[in-house]
């Protein structure tokens, strides 16, 4: 799963908040967990859901007319040693920007002296 | 070390020492995680900011500590906080294709599986720890991360070499004592959650170094859980029941033991009180406005702001407009070392004396040497106390964890004391129920590191105290009695 959606997922409070919630117990159908979550409609709830479980956070379990829901805690121990790898290649990218712009600096810098050196 | 290597590899255009240059923000664009660092010198601290989302927060301060330094090849960073770790930095030459200057650049991140439980449960996954039925279980709550992670440091690591002893020396009858640790984040609902898990993992006995705000709302959440919660750093007091003990310092011993000496040397006797806001800071001004007038001095101006403050100009600017002769600073964590760091760019030591009851010698080394210079602070344990129990004390942990472990403070020792204080209370108790262990433990006397320590009820415990001064490099202390 890409990272992008984990970090989509993890941004609105909404979907924290449905995950400290799972967090506390094995499994909650979708109806408890839509009573737990009071300050948005069952139907948002839905579709938070579907979210944080494309994002791999989450697991579904459909028995009879009911689904339930818990945390996906397999998937998340190998999405977190991604995600500090992610981590790491971005401050590694971030070496190769910083030396780009302090040449662009320097290159500004030297323009700079020759222009002030032409007046 | 370590379970799990992560590794990052990329290809720069540019030399080892260019690149090596713009690590830090300050002397060029902080590639390396907004890393913070007075001196890059082995030894020295170092913080990183992880953009880690979280249930909470969407960042994550790693405190660290650099193991090892060859510039411009080599940086090793050893953490404990929110997870021991290690983070390696490597740079080699590898000329571009074009057969210009070029390094190979890798990063190597070595956790185990403790850090990733740590990690997994910062985004909300539920991780169990498997119990053995010959195991006691016991539970530590810690600051692990948030602000009050920069007073954490070295908890971890003594409640580990308490239980050791502890198991060395037979266990508690017959079982071996298990340490499950919980991180409230320095934050309240978050430390209630983290009791829950504990509890439910078996733990009849909490003990929380946290701030009092988290441990007012945990006793209070677990009202029905019927556990022994145990407060083991300074805090005001006044939750003391049959199943709630508050040990460690007491503000108005604290304040009564330093203000005098403080008001001696820099000849001033108005005061601003400014503290984080909360429970414990509020008590403290409370007892220091007591204090203050029976010692003939006045409070010039008091100011409060939320855990979590970064920017503290704004109440700098209003100590130094009152021309105070001395503050009282009741901030904790990074918000002290914040508050301490701005005060001494901002001047103020040039015309205030300054006590931070809250400081210790993890914070101390934060603020940095420049900025704590001059600083007092006073509790029961500072780690240059000159007696042979501390001198002991110190070659275990030193022998145990290494030069480069995180210095020893108050509340780590108090954190190691407590584990050893609740094994000898569970012992002579013969019976697991925390209201008899409580019972016990309420009159529960022994020596330390930091001299002898008597609990005398659920709220009061008789030792002495120290005021310390911070000098570069530590503490000079004095013992008060």
């Known amino acids: 799963m890409a990272e992008d959606e984990v970090f989509d997922a993890l941004a609105d409070p909404v979907r924290r908040e449905i995950l400290a919630v799972l967090a506390e117990q094995d499994e909650l159908s979708a109806g408890d967990l839509a009573q737990r979550i009071e300050r948005v409609g069952r139907t948002t709830v839905s579709s938070h859901l579907r979210i944080l479980r494309t994002a791999g956070l989450i697991t579904e379990d459909r028995r009879g007319r009911h689904r339930f829901y818990a945390i996906d805690t397999e998937g998340a121990a190998r999405d977190v040693i991604r995600l500090l790898q992610r981590l790491l290649e971005g401050s590694a990218d971030a070496a190769r920007a910083a030396v780009e712009e302090a040449r662009r600096d320097d290159d500004g810098a030297t323009a700079d002296r020759a222009g002030g050196q032409a007046m | ?481």
């Open chain 2, 1 to 481: 070390m370590g379970s799990v290597v992560v590794l990052a590899e990329r290809h720069v255009d540019a030399p080892a020492d260019t690149i090596f240059a713009l690590l830090q923000p300050g002397a060029g664009a902080g590639w390396l995680f907004d890393v913070t660092c007075d001196r890059l010198a082995p030894g020295a601290v170092i913080s990183l900011q992880l953009p880690l989302s979280g249930l909470n927060e969407d960042g994550v301060t790693i405190l660290g500590r650099i193991a090892h330094l060859r510039a411009p090849w080599r940086l090793d960073i050893v953490h404990d906080l929110p997870w021991r770790g290690r983070l390696r930095i490597r740079l080699d030459d590898a000329p571009s294709d074009e057969g210009g200057p070029g390094t190979r650049l890798r990063l190597l991140a070595d956790l185990d599986d403790e850090g990733i439980a740590w990690l997994l449960r910062h985004r909300g996954v539920r991780v169990t720890e498997p119990l053995d039925p010959a195991e006691r279980p016991v539970g530590l709550l810690l600051s692990k991360s948030g602000p009050g992670a920069v007073f954490a440091g070295a908890c971890e690591q003594l409640a580990a070499m308490a239980v050791a002893e502890i198991n060395a020396d037979g266990g508690i009858r017959g079982q071996r004592l298990r340490l499950l640790v919980g991180d409230d984040a320095t934050d309240p609902a978050t430390g209630a959650l983290e009791a829950r898990r504990l509890v439910a993992a078996g733990c009849r006995t909490i003990l929380a170094a946290t701030t009092s705000a988290s441990f007012a709302r945990i006793a209070d959440e677990l009202q029905a859980a019927g556990v022994l919660l145990v407060h083991t750093l300074m805090n005001e007091g006044g939750l003391g029941s049959e199943l709630r003990m508050q040990l460690g310092e007491r503000p108005h011993l604290q304040l009564a033991a330093a203000t005098g000496p403080l008001m001696d040397q820099v000849g001033g006797r108005r005061w601003f009180l400014a503290g984080n806001d909360y429970v414990w800071p509020r008590v403290v001004h409370d007892a220091a406005k007591r204090v203050l007038a029976r010692g003939g001095a006045t409070v010039a101006g008091e100011a409060f702001a939320p855990l979590g403050t970064r920017d503290f100009t704004p109440l700098i600017e209003r100590i130094v407009a009152t021309q105070a002769d001395l503050v009282l600073s009741s901030f904790v964590g990074a918000d002290l070392v914040a508050f301490e760091r701005q005060c001494h760019a901002m001047g103020v030591r040039e015309h205030c004396g300054s006590l931070a009851l809250a400081l210790d010698e993890p914070t101390r080394e934060r603020i940095g040497d420049a900025a704590a210079e001059g600083l007092w602070g006073v509790s029961g344990y500072f780690e240059q106390l000159d007696d042979e129990h501390n001198a002991a004390f110190l070659a275990r942990y030193r022998g145990t964890f290494g030069g480069l472990a995180t210095p020893v403070s108050s509340i780590s020792e108090g954190t190691y004391e407590a584990l050893h204080l609740y094994a000898a209370a569970a012992r002579d108790a013969g019976e697991d129920e925390p209201r008899v262990l409580a019972r016990t433990l309420r009159s529960c006397r022994s020596t330390f590191a930091r001299g002898t320590v008597a609990i005398e009820g659920p709220e009061t415990v008789v030792q002495d105290l120290f005021v310390a001064q911070a000098v570069p490099g530590g503490f000079a202390v004095d013992r008060v009695g």
